[in-house]
């Protein structure tokens, strides 16, 4: 089977990981950084937004099951795309809204995604997700990864990544795993 990457970052990933892998034809979400100038950046050398780097995911998906287009559908609904540097509470370049594409191709239906959402009004303010090209990406330390699976009790998952989770279940219900 065919596998395909896409990279997003669109605020904190303990937020954008179970989003995502509750997502058909998404095979392995890895939360990790990407975007910046150091090499082998940890969590507390990202969080000080020295690195240039973003939170981000990279999905590993199956482009029979769900597509490219469908991967941001999803995430431009899950997380706030017009506020620069901003999620909510977490302010910084390193969550920035972010697409990093693997291919001209990714590129384009980017870009064309952005044009859609800003022309059908998703969201009150324009769309301020930078879309650039994917540089090496660094997976987070091994705590991070499917911190929500592992901590779904956790305050911060509790109040940010569970209604994420749930509005994603909700609208895009035919896109979800068979359970």
Known sequence: MKENIAILAGGCFWCLEPVFTQLAGVRKVVSGYTGGFASDPTYKQVCTGTTGHAEAIEIHFDPATISFEQLL???????????????????????????????????????????????????????????????????????????????????????????????????????????
Not at 95 to 107: N, P
């Open 73 to 179: 559908e999803v995430f431009f609904t899950a997380h706030d795309p017009t506020t620069p540097n901003r999620q909510g509470n977490d302010i910084g370049t390193q969550y920035r809204s972010a697409i990093f594409y693997m291919d001209d191709e990714q590129k384009t239906i980017a870009e064309q995604m952005i044009a859609k959402v800003d022309a059908e009004n998703w969201w009150p303010d324009p769309v301020v997700t930078e879309v650039t090209s994917a540089s090496t990406f660094y997976p987070a330390e091994d705590y991070h990864q499917y911190y929500y699976a592992n901590n779904p009790r956790q305050p911060y998952c509790m109040a940010v990544a569970a209604p994420k989770v749930a509005k994603i279940r909700a609208k895009y219900s035919a896109l979800l795993k068979a359970v």
